[in-house]
């Protein structure tokens, strides 16, 4: 595991209030919403303020979201491919 | 004519404190912090809600009020909602003003509504009922007489959570009550003060 990805479950704990839940418990592959992390609509949102706070990127096509957000491993790649910090 | 109305049960969180139907119920660290002594109530009654540490502390209040009230159980989905408080989400408001320079936080902007609590209460028992948030300066018995007794009397309703549920500068002032048709405890300003102000606190 990249510390990119460690990084990141270490922010959406922090960031969702997933109290109780640690790193290890957050697979690379597991849905980020509906039956897997079972993340709503506002966690959405929190995750592309995320995006944008830590790695300076924007989402400008709210229809990419729903790739980029799917799991740990498509939000590191997106961001790998992204970041500008 | 108006008909008797009962108050059935009541819950006072307050102080470190909670006062169940009139008696002493639970004790916390008065020199813990809020977030602390609502994870203890959270932790102590044993509740499963994930939802609950996405609420705001004010939500938090009600949500934990209203398990300690209905011992998690409100079978009577149209039970009506009638609650009140003097600072609406002053808290949470400012809270969410701070990261308004940066990045505002979705998660605070969500809050920044007092009957955001009555949905939360509606999620949690799937209630699909009447439900009303007032502004009153202070806790005032005769507003929750008029708008109760006029859901009974429209027949909008057999049950009725009344609450009042404060929290400014970390200061919690929490209290809920039902109402029926039935009970031992008179539904009247006397009654209600006594139950708000009890003599052993």
Known sequence: MSD??????????????????????????????????????????????LL??????????PNQGKEIFNSINSMADFIEKNRIR | MSEELFIT?????R????????????KADPDASLSEFLKTIYKEEHLKYPKFFKMDSLSKLVYLGVE???????????TALVFANSVSSLETD????????????PSLFVYTLPNIMLGEISIRHQLKSENIFLISEEFDPTIYLDYTKALFQQKKTDNV??????LHNNEYDVFLW???????????????????????E
Request: proline share 3%.
């Open chain 1, 4 to 49: 990119l990805h460690t990084e990141l479950k270490q922010s959406i704990i922090q960031q969702l209030n997933l109290e109780d839940m640690e790193v290890s418990e957050i697979e690379n592959d597991e849905h980020l919403f509906g039956d897997g992390l079972g993340l709503d609509s506002i966690d959405a949102l929190e995750l592309i303020v």
């Open chain 1, 52 to 61: 944008e706070k830590d790695y300076g990127i924007k989402l400008t096509d």
């Open chain 2, 9 to 13: 049960k009541s819950v006072i969180i």
């Open chain 2, 15 to 26: 102080d470190s404190k909670i006062i169940k139907n009139g008696k002493p119920f639970f």
């Open chain 2, 68 to 78: 300690l009230l209905t011992e998690g159980n409100i079978p009577d989905k149209k």
């Open chain 2, 94 to 105: 400012e809270a969410y003003a701070g990261t308004m320079g940066e990045f505002p936080s």
């Open chain 2, 161 to 166: 959570l009344c609450g009042w549920v404060n």
């Open chain 2, 178 to 200: 039902q109402i029926a048709r039935s009970g031992r405890t008179d539904f009247n300003e006397e009654e209600l003060k006594k139950l708000y102000l009890p003599t052993h």
